[in-house]
């Protein structure tokens, strides 16, 4: 009876993650890494709670799956976010190496008296 009480437990954490994970991914889409990085670490208390728990409940087959279904899903959001967040880097690098080359340019033609005849490459 004790180990059903904490399977219990151990499914609503993991749902809990998983709706977390769902809210990330919102998150995430609206661009605010504020808040989806304090709801990150916020969830890390709830991972080794799963984790603990885990340790030393015996799952029965039955239960064993139904979880497996719920951490293969937990994964696939994650993953989705991680993902996101790799996408919106690469890009950030890009609009970065952009306003850098631009900067470059501009600094180059507003130059002082003194940094005039100077080379500049444009290639960068």
């Known amino acids: 009876m004790q180990d059903e009480k904490q399977y ?10 998983k709706n977390g994970a769902e809210d990330i991914a919102k998150l995430i889409d609206a661009e605010d890494y ?5 709801m990150l670490q916020s969830r890390e ?9 885990r340790r030393y ?19 696939t959001l994650e993953l989705k976010n991680i993902k996101k967040l790799e996408k919106g880097m690469a890009e ?22 003194g940094s005039k005849g100077t080379i500049l490459n444009v290639e960068e």
Do not use: H, W
């Open 45 to 53: 208390a709830v991972f080794l709670n799963c984790k603990c728990i």
């Open 57 to 75: 409940l015996e799952l029965t087959p039955v239960q064993q799956a139904e979880l497996d279904s719920l951490l293969d899903e937990i994964r």
């Open 92 to 113: 950030i690098q890009t609009e970065l190496a952009m306003s850098q080359k631009s900067k470059k340019l501009q600094n180059a033609y507003e130059g002082t008296e």
């Open 8 to 17: 219990e437990i151990l499914i609503m954490q993991y749902k809990q993650l």
């Open 34 to 38: 504020d808040n989806a990085i304090t």
